[in-house]
């Protein structure tokens, strides 16, 4: 078997860094399907009697997805980048989800993804690691390594980097962009550490400043014929899977037929293993710089969440100032009679002295209009 398999399979199957669903408790394993795993605990701390039972899904691994390609099963990823996401993207059974850097678009604003840091990145695997666990998701954790994070020359410092994703922000996985000869070793450097590595050639939106923006790659035969060995590259460096952006469908499909690992497209046609899309543009959130105007012309918009946000609310807003909103329905804590008498004989103790401040507050308030209206404080 090849080289990525045998290193991750058995690993990523039962999690990184050896993590299990056995803690200090005394379990017994009941069943074990392709889907679920049901697993029964025996409390004997405070509980030494009850038994709980928790369905908790299989673990997405490198096997799996590799055994996906061979019977022509598709692969679904989608981005997520914070607890609720993480929820929705994990219930809808997404076989991995990755952490992407694009946060720095879609979150914060930025007009490319250059600015992320580790920091940022890992602030926002642990929320969406605290996701998974709350469906008890089996997806794969992937989290993208930001720009100047595994470039260097010294590849030690990309594996303590791809150390922190695992360890810190409890990720499955790290995706890396480029094929050259120095990412590929920066890539085996990092598999070699004992992590999981996603290659990503095509368009790399990390190297924009170099490639002139955000354009298609590989329109050419012997860039096609490039990219190809780029990919070759990463699978030979122990890469699990590799990713294609944006490149003719033609030739993500014979970048898919030459590779033993999976590929996951995007904007890169039917022909790939799988495919990617952004949270944000696939649900029309309408949330950062370039995508407000338009989506990329590879991305189906599954629905238009960014609009109902927006109708909810300026809905909200219409019904705060005509009164509507909250009314009684939804005004749903109350005093009984008693207390209510009580609560105004306390306010009437002290009624007088309230209508003294509120008089010399809009005394003051007023003085103060009357100042801004003969420009006292100048022009500004």
Known sequence: MSRYLSRFGSRLS?????????????????????????????????????????????????????????????????????????????????????????????????ETTQ??????????CKAVKHGLEFVKSGSMLVGDMPF?????????????????????????????????????????????????????????PQAISVIGGF??????????????????????AGCFAVVLECIPANVAAAITETLEIPTIGIGAGGGTSGQVLVFHDMLGMLSHPQHDQFVPKFCKKYAQVGHAIQDGLKEFKEDVESGVFPGEEYSPYTMTEEEEVLFESLLQ???????????????????????????LYGDK
């Open 148 to 204: 100047g994070t595994y470039e260097y020359e010294d590849t030690d410092i990309a594996l303590r980097n791809a150390y922190r994703f695992v360890k810190e922000g409890g990720c499955d996985a790290v995706k890396l962009e480029g094929g050259s000869e120095a990412r590929a070793k920066t890539a085996r450097r990092i598999v070699d550490g004992g992590v999981a590595v996603m290659g990503h050639v095509g368009l790399t």
């Open 215 to 236: 354009r298609a790659q590989g329109r050419t035969a012997v860039r096609a014929r490039a990219l190809l060995d780029d990919a070759l590259r990463m699978q030979d």
């Open 349 to 375: 103790k002290d009624a007088e002295e309230r209508r003294r401040q509120h008089e010399a507050a809009a005394k003051k308030l007023s003085q103060a209009d009357e100042y801004e209206a003969l420009k």
């Open 115 to 124: 600015q992320m840091e580790v920091d940022h990145m890992l602030h926002h």
């Open 14 to 110: 039962h999690g990184v860094g050896g993590n299990s669903f056995l803690t200090s408790s005394t379990r017994t394993t009941t069943t074990t399907t392709t889907t679920t795993m049901t697993m029964t605990m025996t409390m004997t701390r405070s509980h030494p009697q009850k038994i709980y039972t928790r369905q908790f899904a299989a673990k997405v691994s490198a096997l799996s997805l590799n055994a996906k390609k061979r019977k022509g099963n598709k692969i679904s990823m989608v981005t997520a980048y914070d607890y609720p996401s993480a929820v929705h993207v994990a219930r809808a059974g997404i076989d991995m989800i990755l952490v992407g850097d694009s946060v720095a678009m879609v979150e914060l604003g930025h």
